[in-house]
């Protein structure tokens, strides 16, 4: 088991990442999000809270061997629960990867609230659990933390454009 942690400051409210994050994907950082379907909506109307699940295809760069080895498809499927707190000012999403769970599981946990040191910035902290289940679990375990690493990253400037494009200028006031 292998564990993975990132942390970044977006220079955008708590509601504008909040409203922000819905409209992620596409963005030309995220192009192998193939799609997002909800499956579940509900709000509780005594807390005001958002539960929302969704499904998510996306097509991996799968290494030929580890396609060989184990038959792994180039298309993968992860179910999110997205559990909002507007009173609390917490956005939470949980993912969990349902393609070829049985030989590698990966847990991801991401949290937006507000900068308590500066209202107009939003703190996002994100956890990532890899538990390969093969004789090359360690192998796969190492090259999971990488790829997720580069892929945080990469995600992370993807959503800035899109907060960026949504919440400067003259875009600001037709959200």
Same mark, same amino acid.
């Given at each position: 088991?292998?564990?993975?942690?990132?942390? =970044?400051?977006?220079? =955008?409210?708590?509601?504008?990442?909040?409203? &922000?994050?819905?409209?992620?994907? $596409?963005?030309?950082?995220? $192009? =192998? +999000?193939?799609?997002? @379907?909800?499956?579940?909506?509900?709000?509780?109307?005594?807390? &005001?809270?958002? #539960?929302?699940?969704?499904?998510?295809?996306?097509?991996?760069?799968? $290494?030929?061997?580890? %396609?060989?080895?184990? &038959? *792994? @498809? @180039? +298309?993968?499927? /992860? #179910?999110?629960?997205?559990?909002?707190?507007?009173?609390?000012?917490?956005?939470?999403?949980?993912? #969990?990867?349902?393609?070829?769970?049985e030989l590698l599981a990966m847990e991801e946990k991401v949290v937006y609230c507000p900068d308590p040191n500066d209202s107009s910035k939003t703190l996002l902290t994100q956890e990532a659990q890899f538990? *390969?289940?093969?004789?090359?679990?360690?192998?796969?375990?190492?090259?999971?933390? %990488?790829?997720?690493?580069?892929? *945080?990253?990469?995600?992370?400037? &993807?959503?800035?454009?899109?907060?960026?494009?949504?919440?400067?200028?003259?875009? /600001?006031? /037709?959200?």
């Amino acid at each position: 088991m292998k564990f993975c942690q990132t942390s =970044h400051s977006f220079t =955008h409210s708590w509601e504008q990442v909040s409203a &922000g994050w819905w409209q992620k994907y $596409p963005n030309e950082n995220a $192009p =192998h +999000v193939l799609s997002v @379907d909800v499956l579940n909506q509900q709000v509780d109307a005594k807390t &005001g809270c958002i #539960r929302t699940e969704r499904l998510v295809a996306c097509k991996q760069n799968v $290494p030929i061997l580890i %396609k060989k080895i184990f &038959g *792994a @498809d @180039d +298309v993968s499927y /992860a #179910r999110e629960v997205i559990e909002v707190d507007p009173k609390a000012k917490t956005f939470t999403v949980f993912s #969990r990867n349902l393609t070829n769970s049985e030989l590698l599981a990966m847990e991801e946990k991401v949290v937006y609230c507000p900068d308590p040191n500066d209202s107009s910035k939003t703190l996002l902290t994100q956890e990532a659990q890899f538990t *390969a289940l093969t004789r090359f679990s360690s192998y796969v375990e190492d090259f999971c933390v %990488k790829r997720f690493r580069d892929n *945080a990253a990469v995600g992370r400037q &993807g959503f800035e454009m899109v907060l960026n494009r949504l919440f400067s200028g003259n875009n /600001a006031a /037709a959200i």
